[in-house]
């Protein structure tokens, strides 16, 4: 009987995210269990490209050209995580394990375990981000 069927894999991308990866990879391979990687597009993810939100007379201090080039950037740096999960997927599946993506916006947290309860899944395997000591811990 195995223990994991459903294992969402969370990833920011960080110097982290490959090792994470690969033990995901190892723990299906043992348990036959299906790969979710997921990756939460937001503030807190350190892009420099912040979704602009219209904040009553702020948004008069945007120009429309400065605010078209502000989506294209944050449309490019959606893409480009879209395309690494992508590749990921593909690495899983090569390596014999089933496996899909899927990139959320919202609080990792937060997004990360209402994404895992509604997909129904057993374990959420994520990095540690560099944090250290009691950011660590918590």
Same mark, same amino acid.
């Given at each position: 009987m195995?223990?994991f069927?459903k294992? /969402?894999?969370?990833?920011d %991308?960080?110097?982290?995210s490959?090792?994470?990866?690969?033990?995901?990879?190892?723990?299906?391979k043992?348990t036959?269990?299906?790969l979710?990687l997921?990756? *939460? /597009?937001?503030?807190?993810?350190g892009?420099? %490209?912040?979704?602009? *939100?219209?904040?009553g @007379?702020? %948004?008069?201090? /945007?120009?429309?050209?400065?605010?078209?080039? %502000?989506?294209e950037?944050?449309t490019?740096?959606k893409?480009?995580?879209?395309?690494k999960?992508?590749?990921? /997927? =593909?690495?899983?599946?090569?390596a014999?394990?089933?496996?899909e993506?899927?990139?959320?916006?919202?609080s990792? @947290?937060r997004?990360?375990?209402?994404?895992?309860k509604s997909?129904?899944?057993?374990?959420?395997?994520? @990095?540690r981000?560099?944090?250290t000591?009691?950011g =660590?811990l918590?």
């Amino acid at each position: 009987m195995n223990m994991f069927h459903k294992v /969402v894999v969370a990833l920011d %991308y960080s110097d982290f995210s490959p090792s994470i990866l690969d033990a995901a990879i190892a723990l299906a391979k043992i348990t036959d269990a299906q790969l979710k990687l997921v990756h *939460v /597009v937001s503030l807190e993810d350190g892009s420099g %490209y912040q979704p602009l *939100v219209y904040a009553g @007379g702020f %948004y008069s201090l /945007v120009t429309e050209q400065q605010f078209d080039q %502000y989506r294209e950037a944050w449309t490019k740096f959606k893409k480009q995580n879209l395309d690494k999960l992508e590749a990921d /997927v =593909e690495a899983a599946k090569a390596a014999g394990v089933s496996a899909e993506s899927c990139q959320i916006d919202g609080s990792p @947290g937060r997004s990360i375990c209402e994404f895992a309860k509604s997909w129904g899944a057993d374990l959420i395997l994520m @990095g540690r981000h560099g944090r250290t000591g009691i950011g =660590e811990l918590f």
